[in-house]
């Protein structure tokens, strides 16, 4: 491909929570660099990943779900969805196919935020159904495909599986059409514009959404305190600490004898581990501070909102 020819641009992963934004995103890096949970509101951040192709350079923005919920936290997330939006060449809204073909109740309060933004969009726009996977007779997703180009006959739709990988090919050749001409904005080695030690924090995030039951998960938030390479024996030494909002947490967060915390710190040492190719060796603190969600500085200091910061 001639340099000409070479496109460039931003796209943006935008939907309600759960739909499979993240799952995507890695999908197409054929890497993790966004955490995946099978609850909603796992994203924090917009993630970037970036896709370097002979012949393009695809930089993801992977964002909050679109949701209704109050507390400053919150409006950091939606913002960080919106500007993602604001930013981007092409838009990507993705749904959750199969929940609506089981709970049809849920799609008009899903895209009822997206619902006129998306409508009087010029920039091209992919509308993504995501999850077929879980629906053997494709028929059933008529009424959806119906609703979608009535309300948004700007868009093109496309029904993928993010897990499987059917339809990816065809969307990401929707995305790359519509990018710029342009040379890589970043070295076509470069997975993501994220700090590592923000991934990493993410990661211990991921193992606590995984270890901790119910709600509590959404209550916590790791910060990386400490990361220090020892280069001649090959280790990296990091303390990370998991803040919880209320005292009585803590003791949930660390577990029966510290077993949550002992599961949760070592499928994070082994990820972060990968990730850096490197031996680690991970501290992990539990600290309680009350209404972290509601302290924007503190929000701001552990790189929410601003991850470009940390
Ligand atoms: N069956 C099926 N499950 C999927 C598919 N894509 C994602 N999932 C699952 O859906 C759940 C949510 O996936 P995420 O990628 O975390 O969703 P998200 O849109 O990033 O969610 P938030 O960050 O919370 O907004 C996870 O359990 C995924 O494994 C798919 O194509 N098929
Ligand atoms: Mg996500």
């Known amino acids: 491909m001639s340099e000409q020819k070479h496109r460039c641009g931003w796209v943006a992963l935008m939907g309600p ?49 679109i949701h209704k919920l109050r507390g400053k936290m919150n409006r950091i997330l939606l913002q960080a969805a919106w500007q993602a939006m604001a930013s981007a060449d092409v838009l990507v809204a ?34 993504v159904i995501n999850k077929i996977d879980m629906f053997a007779d494709k028929s059933k997703m008529l009424p959806l495909l119906e609703k979608i180009t009535q309300i948004w006959p700007n868009a093109e739709v496309f029904p993928i599986s993010a897990l499987t990988g059917n339809g990816l090919e065809a969307l990401l050749e929707f995305i790359k059409k519509h990018l710029p001409i342009a040379p890589p904005q970043f070295p076509t080695d470069q997975l993501s514009t994220l700090p590592i030690r923000f991934m990493a924090a993410e990661i211990i995030r991921e193992k606590l959404f995984n270890t901790l039951r119910q709600e509590l998960p959404y209550s916590t938030t ?64 539990v600290k309680v501070r009350e209404d972290w969600q509601e302290d924007l500085n503190f929000l701001h200091s552990i790189g929410l909102g601003n991850p470009h910061e940390m």
């Open 94 to 127: 993705m749904l959750d196919g199969d929940l609506y073909i089981r709970r049809p109740e849920f799609l008009d309060k899903d895209i009822e935020p997206m619902l006129k933004p998306i409508a009087e969009e010029t920039r091209p726009v992919a509308v």
């Open 17 to 65: 929570p759960n739909a499979g934004k993240s799952t995507l995103l890695n999908a197409y890096l054929g890497q993790k660099v966004a955490i995946v949970t099978s609850k909603p509101q796992t994203t924090r951040n917009q993630i970037t990943g970036i896709l370097s192709e002979p012949d393009s350079q695809v930089i993801f923005m992977d964002t909050p779900g």
């Open 222 to 285: 790791v910060d990386i305190e400490n990361w220090e390479e020892d280069k001649q024996r090959k280790i990296t030494f990091i303390n990370a600490v998991i803040y919880v909002a209320r005292g009585t947490h803590k003791a949930m967060v660390i577990g029966k004898g510290g077993q949550n915390l002992k599961k949760v710190g070592q499928f994070a040492r082994e990820e972060i581990s990968t990730l850096i190719d490197q031996k680690v060796h991970l501290e992990l603190f």
